[in-house]
C-alpha cells in the first residue's frame, strides 16, 4: 500500500468513484439513486422538470460519474429476489459498472440483536474499505431504518463525499413500484420523474480518531478487519472475532486523550519544531507528510510554499542570458569612444571557437582596475562575443562541475560562470535596474519571500555605501517579498580593516538600518583561515552585528571552530565537515548555530554522491540528514542560482535525492529554518513567522490525502 498526498486533482480523478446502498424490500431505490449521480449510464431523470436538482447534488459530492455499487442487505428472501433484478438492471447500463453484493450470512429480516450487531459489523468494514479504494458515496434509500442510521454513522467515521437519499411520495404511485428491470434503465415519464426528488445530507472527513495508535493498537485500516470484495459473485460475510465497530466507539470515547497522546508522541520523537499550525492538521496527515519522502511530484508544492533564502551570492543570480542583458544595458550608455577602446582591449578573445586562457579575469579585466572600467570591458565581451563562445569559456571548459576543488583549476573553476557578473558589471549605474529585475525574477520563479542577498559594496564602487544605498532604492520589499543585505569580506582581500570600517559605516547609516543585516566572510578557504582575522573582526563584535562564515566547505572542522569560536558566527556557510569534530557539532546543536547548506554548489566544489550523476560515484554521502537528524539547524539555499543553474526548489529536491529521501513533514521544517535563522530582529522575524505559519497550513491542509492500493 502506498499512501500519497494529493498534489493536483488528477490523482483524485484516478480513484474509482463508489456508490455504497443498503438494500431492503425494495431494490428499485437502487437505479433512482444511481441515476441521480450519473445520468450518462441511466437516464432515468431526462423528463425531469427540475435537473438542477441533480447538478447540484454532483456539484456537492463532486461525483459526475459511479464506477463501481456496492450493495449491502441480509440474506433474506426478498433482498435476494432484488439483488437477481440489480444484477439484470446492471447489465442494461449504457456504460458498465462494478456491482458488488456485500450479504449480512444467514441474517434474515433484520429484527434480531445478533443481526443487527452483524449487519452493522458488515456496514462499517464496507464503508472503511470503499473509502481506501476510492472516493465514497453513501446513499440512505434502502434497507430498514437501523441499516441506513449504521451506514450515516460509518460515512460520518471514515468520511463521505456526500451522503444522500431519494425523497418519494408514501404510498409510492404504483408505476414506480415496477419490477421490470427494463423500466429502470429508461427515462420516467414527467409525471412519474417529478415525484422523485434527491436529498442532500452532507459530506463527512475521516474522524482524526482512527489515526493514531490506541491501546497499543495501530491506526484503523482495513487489513485489520477482512472483507472480501468479488465483482462476479455475492460475497457472503460471517462474522468473526474481531469488532471494527467496537473498536470505533471506544475510540471515540477516549477521544480527547487520543489526540494529545499523538501530539505527545510527535514532540518525542522529533527534534526540529516544525510550523505551529500544521500540529493541528488530522494525525492521518501528519502521519503522510512524515512518511512520504519528497521527489519530483512534489515539486508544485514546494513552489507554492514561501520560501526564505539564505545564503545567495548577488554575483552569482544572473544566468548566461540574463548577464547578456546586463551587457547589453552598459553598452549602449558608453560613448562610441569607450565602445571601441573596449572592444580593442578584448580583441584577443574575439577569436570564434577559441578556448580563452584560462588567467584571462585577471588579464583583462583585473581586480586592481576602477569598477566602472571593469564593467565596461565585460559589457564588450558580454555583447561582442559569440554566445556560444562565451558558454564555452565561461560554463563548458568547467564541466562536469564535481569536485572541483580536488581538480588542477581549483575554486577558480567553480567561481568561473560568474566572472562577467557581480563586481565585474555592478560598478556601472545602467547594469543596476537590470540586475535588479534577475533578482525579482528570480524571487517570483521561486516563490522566494525573505532573501538574504550577499556581497562587496567595496568590490563594485568607490564609494559603496552609496552604492548600496542606490541599489537598495531599486529593490523594494513588498507586501510579498523582503529583501535584506550581508557585506561580504573576501578572504583575498589586502585591506581588511578597511572593508570592514567602511560596512561598519554601513551598519551606521540610518537609511540602511533595515537592509544590511550582517556580516559574512567569503572566498577560497585555502587563502586564510578564520583566526587570522579576528583582531579584525573587533569593530564588528563590539556593534554586535550578526555574522555567518563561510567555513567547512571541503576544509576540516577546525575552520568551522574558528569560525565559532574566534569569529563567534551565528551561522556557517556551507559546514559540510561539521560532524567529523562530535564535540563541536554538539555544541552547535545547543547553540543553535545554523548551517546554510547549498546542495548543487556542494556537489559542484566539494563533490558528493547523486544517484542521478554518474560522475559523483566515487563521492561520499551528503550529510544533511545525519546533521539534521542529530539535531543539528540548517537551512537549504543556492549559493549562486545562475552559476549553478539551479533554483531553491531544485535544491529541496535534490538535498532529498542526495539524502536517500527527506520526508515532506521534515522538508516544511527545514523550510521554517530559513525564517528562524534570518538575521532580521526578532520581534520583526516573530510576526513573518506568524504570516507565513498560517499561509503554510492553508496550503498544507489543501492538498487532500487519499490512500491506494496497488
Ligand atoms: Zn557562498
Known sequence: MKQNININTDDKKNSPSILVATLGATWQVIPEIFAALDPDKCNLYKEHDTPEC?????????TYSIDELWIITSQSKNTQKGIEQIQLWCSGLKKPVSLRVLIAAETDQVTSAKELDHIRELIFRSVLKATEIGNVICSLAGGRKTMSADLQRAASIFGTQGLLH???????????????????????????????????????????????????LPP???????????????????????????????????????????????????????????????????????????????KPLIQAIPKAELHCHLGGIPDLDTQIKIGHAIWKGMTKQEQSYALETIYPLMQKKSIWDWNWPSTYIPRNLAPIDRSKISAALLVNVDRSDLELNLFDVTQPRVGLIHQTKGFSAYERPGELTGSAVLGHPLAIPCYIQAINDYVDN?????????GSPHKYSNAPIGWLKAFRDQLKDSDTRMFRFIWILDRRASNTKEIINEAMSAFADEALRNFIVGFDLAGDESQS????????????????????????????????????????????????????????????RNKGICLELCPTSNIEVIGFYDPLNSNTSSY??????????????????????GISNSGLSDEYLLASRLSGGISLWDTLAIIKQGYVHSMIDTALREVVLKRYDKEIFDIISNYKTTRKFE
Open 54 to 62: 441533480f447538478h447540484n447534488i454532483q456539484q456537492l459530492s463532486d
Open 166 to 216: 431519494i425523497v418519494a411520495p408514501e404510498p409510492l404511485p404504483d408505476s414506480l413500484k415496477c419490477n421490470d428491470y427494463i423500466f429502470w434503465n429508461r427515462p420516467l415519464t414527467p409525471e412519474d420523474a417529478k415525484l422523485l426528488l434527491p436529498a442532500w445530507i452532507g459530506r463527512y472527513n475521516r474522524r482524526e480518531i482512527l489515526d493514531t495508535y490506541w491501546n497499543n
Open 220 to 298: 484503523i485500516h482495513s487489513k485489520r478487519f477482512p472483507l472480501s470484495l468479488s465483482n462476479t459473485e455475492l460475497n457472503y460475510f460471517h462474522t468473526d472475532s474481531i469488532s471494527l465497530v467496537d473498536e470505533v466507539s471506544e475510540r471515540e470515547r477516549d477521544a480527547q486523550k487520543l489526540l494529545g497522546n499523538y501530539l505527545a508522541f510527535l514532540a518525542e520523537s522529533e527534534r526540529h519544531e516544525n510550523w505551529r499550525h500544521l500540529y493541528r492538521l488530522p494525525p492521518r496527515l501528519i502521519e503522510d507528510l512524515r512518511t512520504t519522502s519528497l521527489d519530483e511530484r512534489f
Open 446 to 454: 521561486e516563490n522566494i519571500a525573505y532573501l538574504e542577498l550577499r
Open 529 to 588: 583561515s578564520p583566526h587570522e582575522l579576528a583582531s579584525a573582526f573587533l569593530p564588528i563584535f563590539e556593534a554586535c552585528i550578526p555574522v555567518t562564515i563561510h567555513a567547512g566547505e571541503g576544509q576540516t572542522p577546525e575552520n568551522i571552530w574558528q569560525a565559532a569560536y574566534n569569529l563567534n558566527a551565528d551561522r556557517i556557510g556551507h559546514g559540510l565537515t561539521l560532524a567529523e569534530k562530535p564535540s563541536l557539532l554538539t555544541r552547535f
Open 620 to 641: 561520499s554521502k551528503y550529510p544533511l540528514k545525519s546533521l539534521w537528524d542529530q539535531g543539528i539547524s540548517l537551512t537549504i539555499n543556492t549559493d549562486n542560482p
